[in-house]
DNA sequence: ACGCTCTTGTGAACAAATGCACAAAGTCGC
DNA sequence: GCGACTTTGTGCATTTGTTCACAAGAGCGT
């Protein structure tokens, strides 16, 4: 057993942030009744390359079989059992505007290893009203919701300006996995997990991309001309 | 002035993903009308180290002064022009649903370097309809609204399943910036910009984290008690 | 049984990113 | 002016990630 989660325990951070895309990959062929795949075809849907592809899940363990490629199904399992998506985990969603209803009524949870169980917002008019079976509940209610020492990923879907308040509320109450989308860096203590999600952090990436590209057009008719 | 492009052309992958970062820092800042600031309290309060910002302003150009800091109002400048922000892009979203909604409804664009000038929905019940300024149009109308060769970029807010074909739509009218919103990977030709922002990816990452810390937990009892 | 074909898994070379540590270059008090 | 002090910018070592290229292994037809 040490063996086992001795070659999980080293997974690269960037082999771990591509293992959700080839589920989602494998989830495909699944649907389609596709029972085996090669590194080559799988590593297309997922928009990667095979060398990649192949490195990565020789981290997870020899999965696959030489000169026939690897078992859909038996992959499936492995990369999520690797990801811990084996069970449920419960998700908490602060912030109940525009963004958080979006995310509450997302579908998309259940069927990836995550189930909501809870949503909060400080807004009076808010707290009561129903959302696909689930109340909207006061701040308050944040403690009882969360048990410590019991994973539980917290959701941040209010306005910048609160942001770190609430990190700081789930901390608190014993959340250790964070998801921000609020546009603001927030700060937590060690050993809690924060990832972002940003929008305009997106766009202005896509930005410097298409300066550059401008840039370059200009300078060849430049040196066209000269 | 070629020394000048010269200088942005070069910029690394991993610094440009953090410049938005800074410039968000930047912003707080300049709303609390401070004038200077050290690369370690930049750094903080973009969540990064004090070296890494040193490095990554560097690759912009020298706009620090040694032994003060910097003046946060001309390296915002900086950074925004490197990251081609000095005017405003185009954006046109398609997928009027739940997270598109929210999308044109988010107001952080405009202030970002951003302007949605177009909403998008196959849907006729959807077309017609006013939200923020703005009338959602039909598919048919996107080769209006995009001019091939002039930059513009495109947000994907479809389901999974329409994403690759609303992804080939805006490249045949000439986006050449794609941010896809959908849980699936779509093929873009080359030259074409995509980046994929994607909730569930990031919660499986999160999950991860959490499995690892559990598994180490069980494994220091184990050991605790052999 | 054997050789042919196919595809995995991985060592080794390469590239990118990070972190360290300090010289260089500025400010400020005197 | 000058020396003490502060903070930047960067060369270098280290770590992390990617790509290449191919040996090892599995299936299949004969
Ligand atoms: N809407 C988008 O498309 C979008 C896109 C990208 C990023 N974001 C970011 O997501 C966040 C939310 O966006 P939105 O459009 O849903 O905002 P919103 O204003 O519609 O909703 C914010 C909600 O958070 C609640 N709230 C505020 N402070 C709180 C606190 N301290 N504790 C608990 N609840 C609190 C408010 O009552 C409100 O219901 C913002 O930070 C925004 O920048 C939104
Ligand atoms: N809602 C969320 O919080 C959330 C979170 C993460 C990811 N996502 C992803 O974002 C996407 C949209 O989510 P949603 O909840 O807004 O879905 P939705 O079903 O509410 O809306 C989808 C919209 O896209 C339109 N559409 C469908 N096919 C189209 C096509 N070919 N051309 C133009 N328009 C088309 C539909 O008419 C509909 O209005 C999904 O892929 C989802 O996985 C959503």
Redesign the pocket.
Known sequence: MSVDQAAKRDIPDATVARLPGYLRALGQLTVQDVLSVSSEELAHSAGVSSAKLRKDLSHLGSYGVRGVGYDVAHLTYQISRALGLTHDWPVVI?????????LASYGGFATKGFKVVAL????P??VGERLDELTVQP?GELVSLVTPGEACIGV????????Q??AD?LVAAGVSSILN????AIQVPEGVHMRK????TELQILAFHEQQRSASVADELLEGAG
């Open positions: 602060v912030g109940m505007g525009n963004l958080g209803r979006a909060l917002d400080r807004d008019q808010l701040m941040i879907a209010t306005p910048a300006a609160s942001a308040d609430v509320l989308f609020a546009a603001t999600v940003d929008l305009s």
